[in-house]
């Protein structure tokens, strides 16, 4: 293993990015078509010869292809064994690289997924574009769901939660503070279309354990773990959302390391300005706290975009090993851009940095890394070294067979869907649906009971107030009185027979 990566030579010394400060993050910049993609690649390849794992996405397709070797009949073959000659690279030569393919999808690779609880509320609401009034609502909900040990793991957990809270948000809103079922039900709308996006695909189970993508093969090359990002693309949010909740995970889970002799794993983050467009405070804080504080975990964060000025001060300001492809000068925001750029490097007296930035070719570019003290080189014009893997992308077939051969195949194919809140709140409000079944059924047989005798008391008065009713009644009084009348009568000749009988009455 060598101390560093061969980048290029520059116009006075090789430019090498040294594995010890390879934790300190980086920047690679440049303007589309100026070899961004290209440098990227020398990169991981070179991170995954020096045995550290790379995280990679793929946002055109085109990277993918590095799992094989480079060919002579590619169109680039001319290029790079040109570029390689120049650079006096008598070694030069096509070789494969350890790929494993992901997709959030689950079609061009290994499905990733998270569960719910893991994104927590303030990377979806991010997701979801929710304001502020709707994300405290999405933290109330996870707040109960923790504190009756619901687990949330899907959307539909989620979304069962959000009924729930509905149901009982005059409940919930004396607990946690002001619910309301407009603002659960704004919250539910923008579930189904993250849904619509493909985010059902993305939450569930089994999750991704990172440990898979740390990996270090036995030949003793780092894992390079390649995300179809093509199609996640048109749905920007849930790409960053994804790469932050990812970097995340990994500032959650790995102990701290200080500044080792190489990183456990270097993450490339590409058209990093998704990430940062239209972000929330907390979002940015969050963001600049992982950036700050992953680099004791052993994890390299590099960015690529654009423009530079797309990363935020807070951020840019740690990122030490800085690339800057062509950039264009065309318009005043680009003018701007250029001077911007120009001024993150230490200067050097021969490069006026601000004119070659304009002028540099495609694979060249101005470079400045951190040296064995930790302190930035002067910026240097360089030509990029060229990969040794294949500059394209893959084909179905060959695709097929490197899922099939993958060290990770039919670990995560298949979606497991245990008893979960969306269960459990189901079983719920279908036991409650049934207790006020039988409520409603006990309680419509006692009004038909009280009906009833209402209708034969109503009945009884009817029946003695008519003609008929009367005459009966009549008829039983008289009856009553003669029969009263007739049992005095017999009482009365008993008594008198009894007493004559006694005293010798006359005869």
Known sequence: ??????????????????????NRHGLVAGATGTGKTVTLQVLAEGFSRAGVPVFFPDMKGDVAGMALPGSPQAKTHEAFTKRAAELGLASYAYADNPVVLWDLFGQQGHPVRTTVSEMGPLLLARLMGLNDTQEGVLNVAFRYADEQGLLVLDLKDLQQLLAHCADNAAELAARYGNVTRPTVGAIQRQLLTLEAQGG??????????????????????????????DRLMQAPRLYSTFLLWLLSELFEELPEVGDP?????????????????????????RVEQVVRLIRSKGVGVYFCTQNPVDIPDSVAGQLGNRIQHALRAFTPKDQKAVRAAAETFRPNPKVDVRQAITELRVGEALVSVLDAKGAPTPVERTLVAPPVGRVGPLTEAERKVLLASSPVAG????????????????????????EAEAAKAAKEAERAARERARAEAAAARAH????????????????????RSMANQVGRSLVRGLLGGLFGGRR
């Open 261 to 285: 002799e190489k990183p456990r794993l270097v993450f490339f983050f590409d058209e990093a300005h998704l990430l940062f467009d239209e972000a929330p405070k907390a979002l940015l804080e």
């Open 411 to 434: 670990r995560y194919e298949e979606v497991v869907d245990r008893e979960s809140a969306y269960e459990i709140l189901l079983a719920r409000a279908e036991a409650r649906n049934a």
């Open 464 to 483: 003695r107030q008519s003609p008929r009713g009367r005459a009966e009644a009549e008829l039983a009084r008289v009856a009553t009185s003669v029969g």
């Open 1 to 22: 293993m060598t101390d560093g990566i061969f980048i290029g030579r520059g116009e006075e010394h090789p430019q090498h990015l040294l594995l010890a400060r390879a």
């Open 200 to 229: 059902a695909n993305f939450f569930g189970e089994p999750a991704l354990d990172i440990a898979d993508m740390m990996a270090v093969e036995p030949d003793g090359r780092g894992r390079i773990n390649i995300l179809a990002a």
